[in-house]
Structures are given as structure tokens and as C-alpha cells.
């Protein structure tokens, strides 16, 4: 199989990391999502909880006043900055599978990128939470809406592209369509693809 | 195989119809496309070339106030109501394979319907359309753009949604991973799906 590297986004709840595992698990590639925290943090010299902190975090008008370091950048932006060249790295190196961290973005100018996002309806994504059972929160719908508007804030920020617009991925998949099914066709697209 | 239909919105020249025409065969179903059109003339008794001259456009707020007719719709409402319920009836009867026309929002109630999307990116549509040789316009990109543009305008103005988010659709496909592998991850959606 040629050299790819498949880059999922994803909606809140719509099981999109659990997908990305289970096709690296299949397509016997790395797998990278919270391990890119700790290889950044390796590579601006940061703590890792520092890292994790601002992990995904956009900085608002106010801390770029209070919070910009010795370096003149926000902590937010050093952090996307290290990730940004951790994923470039590692997509050098071998085929591999990068779940959210604007991975599309970064990587949009590499023909071996393929680039997808899934979504589900919200009331399944309440579902898929509430069955987890690690989130305590009382009104799970307002959460999800919250952490989706806080990942399309982020994305934009870094990208200046609309988050989930479908002209910017190869593949976007409803996940309701099931786990299993949304893999297979992961699957088939690194296969059989001309890009 | 569990009965389905297959809605297939596109953009201009990525290569939707043709996609929607190769699935019909490989699954053995009725596919349509302009075929609603006669079926609609038949439906409100309008004439076939009236149909065609309105089809997929929407009335701009000039005609809405110079051609109602005597039932007091313009007649590209009409068409609108007549094609929905042309889609309607074949959806009934059969698994099929529908392009454009909403077909997606007019089933979105329907369980065993599936919305898709296709678009590929510009340059990749430039030169489909050149090959066809079936266009003359100086200025293919702009012509694309319009006709983009008319399409985005008449799906909201007939469905209050915005054309080409992923959110509407179970799939959206960038044709430029291949035509023949959008059919194949469009044929394992169909078959596999649990929807």
C-alpha cells in the first residue's frame, strides 16, 4: 500500500477518535491524537501539562495582552506551532492516522494527505456520552454544542477555513451510518484512491 | 439488500450525474436525473419545455410579482411542488438513485434514505468540463461558479439549508480521489450501512 496519511476532524461525541483507532489497529499504522502532546512538549520545551493546558485552546484578546512570553507568542500559539511540526515530522517518517490538531490544515499542501471529518446528530452524540459516563455534566447537549463551537473556533483561528465545510476534506461520514461501517470505508479510501 | 434510496447532490462538473449513473447500474436500480422532469409535466399539467425552462431555478422577487399563475405560484414553485412529489412516489415504489432537484430534504423524514454530496475542487472540474467539450464559454471557472452559486441558491431557497455542509449528508466525496471510487465507497454505504 502506498504511503498515506489519513487526518480525521471530528464532531464532539461522533466517535471519530474510536474510528481512527480502530483503522490504524487495521491498517497497521500509528496512531497519533494525545501522543502528539507529549512529542510537542519534547519540542518547544514546554511541560507537558502546560501543553495539555492550552491543548486545542485559541488565545483570547486579553491573554495575548497578559500572557505573551519571552518570545512574544501566547503559550497557545507556541503549542500549535510545536504540534504543527510534530505532524509534519511524523507524517514524514511512515503511513500514519492524526485526529484533529487542524492535521488537514497542515498537512493540505502533501498529495499523499487524505483529509476527512465526521459528524453525527447531536441527539446521537448525547447517546454515545451519556453511555460512557465519564462527562457529569447536566445538560450534555449544551457540553457538546460548547466543546464543538470551542473546536471550530480553534480550527478557523489557525486556518481561516470553515470547520466541517465538505469542500474542504475528501471524506466526511455521518458516523451514524455505524463504527464499523465508517472504518470500512476509511479503509477503502486509503486503498483505492488516485490522490 | 434492504430497500434505500440514494440522494446525490452535486457541484457543477464534478462528475455527480455520472457517479449517480454508473451506481444505478452496478446496483441494478432506476436512477433520475432529468427523467423527473417528464414525470413532473405529467404531475401538474404543466408542459414539458415550461418544466424544463424552470427547472432548478428559483423566482427572483420581480416574476414572483409579474408571473403567478392563476393559482398564485410562480411557476418555478410549481415545479418545485411537482418534482417533490414526483420524488415522493418513485421513492414509494423502489430503491433508487436520485440527483439534485432537493431530493435529500424532501426525504429527510425517510429512514431508508441516504444524502450524499460530490464536489471536487475547481481546477479538477475546469478540466472535465474542457474534456467534454459540450460548454464554450471563454471563462469555464466563472461559469462553474455560477452555476454553483445558482444551485447553493436554489437548495436554500427551497430547503432553508446551507448546500454542501457536511452536516446535511451521511457522505460527501471529493470525486478527485476517482470516479470509479466514489462508486465503490457509495455501492459499500448502500450495503453496509445501518441506517
Given at each position: 500500500?502506498?504511503?498515506?496519511?489519513?487526518?480525521?476532524?471530528?464532531?464532539?461525541g461522533?466517535?471519530?477518535?474510536?474510528?481512527?483507532?480502530?483503522?490504524?489497529?487495521?491498517?497497521?499504522?500509528?496512531?497519533?491524537?494525545?501522543?502528539?502532546?507529549?512529542?510537542?512538549?519534547r519540542?518547544?520545551?514546554?511541560?507537558?501539562?502546560?501543553?495539555e493546558?492550552?491543548?486545542?485552546?485559541?488565545?483570547?484578546?486579553?491573554?495575548?495582552?497578559?500572557?505573551?512570553?519571552?518570545?512574544?507568542?501566547?503559550?497557545?500559539?507556541?503549542?500549535?506551532?510545536?504540534?504543527?511540526?510534530?505532524?509534519?515530522?511524523?507524517?514524514?517518517?511512515?503511513?500514519?492516522?492524526?485526529?484533529?490538531?487542524c492535521?488537514?490544515?497542515?498537512?493540505?499542501?502533501?498529495?499523499?494527505c487524505?483529509?476527512?471529518?465526521?459528524?453525527?446528530?447531536?441527539?446521537?452524540?448525547?447517546?454515545?456520552?451519556?453511555?460512557?459516563?465519564?462527562?457529569?455534566?447536566?445538560?450534555?447537549?449544551?457540553?457538546?454544542?460548547?466543546k464543538?463551537?470551542?473546536?471550530?473556533?480553534?480550527?478557523?483561528?489557525?486556518?481561516?477555513?470553515?470547520?466541517?465545510?465538505?469542500?474542504?476534506?475528501?471524506?466526511?461520514?455521518?458516523?451514524?451510518?455505524?463504527?464499523?461501517?465508517?472504518?470500512?470505508?476509511?479503509?477503502?479510501?486509503?486503498?483505492?484512491?488516485?490522490?
Amino acid at each position: 500500500m502506498e504511503k498515506f496519511i489519513l487526518t480525521i476532524a471530528r464532531e464532539y461525541g461522533s466517535g471519530g477518535r474510536l474510528i481512527g483507532e480502530a483503522l490504524a489497529k487495521s491498517l497497521n499504522v500509528p496512531f497519533y491524537d494525545k501522543a502528539i502532546i507529549s512529542l510537542a512538549a519534547r519540542e518547544c520545551g514546554l511541560a507537558e501539562s502546560t501543553i495539555e493546558q492550552n491543548d486545542q485552546k485559541i488565545s483570547g484578546a486579553l491573554s495575548y495582552g497578559l500572557f505573551t512570553t519571552v518570545n512574544g507568542l501566547p503559550v497557545s500559539d507556541q503549542v500549535f506551532l510545536a504540534q504543527s511540526q510534530v505532524i509534519r515530522e511524523v507524517s514524514e517518517k511512515q503511513s500514519c492516522i492524526i485526529v484533529g490538531r487542524c492535521a488537514d490544515y497542515i498537512l493540505c499542501n502533501d498529495p499523499r494527505c487524505i483529509r476527512t471529518f465526521i459528524h453525527a446528530p447531536l441527539a446521537q452524540r448525547v447517546n454515545r456520552i451519556r453511555e460512557l459516563g465519564q462527562i457529569t455534566e447536566d445538560d450534555l447537549e449544551a457540553y457538546i454544542r460548547k466543546k464543538d463551537k470551542a473546536r471550530a473556533a480553534y480550527y478557523e483561528h489557525f486556518t481561516g477555513l470553515e470547520w466541517g465545510r465538505a469542500q474542504n476534506y475528501h471524506l466526511t461520514v455521518d458516523s451514524s451510518i455505524g463504527l464499523d461501517t465508517t472504518v470500512d470505508l476509511l479503509s477503502e479510501l486509503v486503498r483505492k484512491r488516485k490522490i
